[in-house]
């Protein structure tokens, strides 16, 4: 099969297309013949350095967290799938390939009315949100919620999904043009943060739980506009992951600051968010309350030129790698 290999650390360029052998799935295994890869932040950080990131790894190493695709084989303990389902599944790693292999728990039917395609738009998102910002963050319907970055594709999901249970969304991000895509999605405050300072236009709203990727000095911000018991949440530190903050502040608001990375979660831990995912936001799928915003899709040869969209934060919404 073909698939994209981070040669070594480094640039877009590292990612090579090349011949390698077709993965056999295990007893609880599913084998996915890939229609579509989600192109994440955390496969250019992995890219940049394949050293850290590729330990374990012989050879080379193939990125990609979520897939959708047809199954075409399954391991002989594997009851709850068949060949032919069609499924988007969370990965460790191996999205950007013509074929991957998954612990079966990891996969879910694709919903009604998303095409095979915008399906691979869903796992690392969806999984990413439910688990820090429903599980970790407690977010209640009613309550309030800012999300940095709304135009990213864990953004443009999470403030669906949140909006979709009842709660009232905030959101930061870059230019007009990013701002006029949200308010024409009709999610909540829009702010732009190159021109009004965040803090101050929240300072009054008592914000009860921030999904937060920017880190650096957003972070005291953020526990500022923070309503007493607010939760703070990270996924990333974009900014930077080094930060000064007043203890005092979280002590007398009874605050909590917390975080996770989806990637190096057990097997066990996938399992149960994927169990809570299909109870309580795949219906939001069929309702169509909630759907995934794809910006562009790109043949898998041309990862590089995806990785490039990724670095330039141009893009709303989720990028996409197609294998036909």
Known sequence: M????????????????????KPKPDKNQVLIKVKAAGVNRSDVITRQNRDAYGKGFTGTLIPGLEVSGEITAIGENVTDKKIGDKVCALIASGGYAEYVVVNTSHCLFIPNGISLIDAAAIPETVFTVWFNVFHLGKLQPNEKLLIHGGTSGIGTMGLQMAKAYGCKVYTTAGSDKKIDFLNKMNLGMAINYKKNAFEEVLKEEKIDVILDMVGGDYTQKNLEILNEKGRLIYINGMKSSEVNINLRTIMSKNLTLTGSFLKPQSDEVKTQIAKEVETNIWPLFHSKQIHPIIYKTFPLEQAAEAHKLMESSDHIGKILLTMD
Do not use: D, W
Request: proline share 10%; hydrophobic share 30%; aromatic share 0%.
């Open 2 to 21: 073909k698939a994209i290999h981070i040669t070594k650390s480094g640039g877009p360029e590292v990612l090579q297309l090349q011949e390698t052998p």
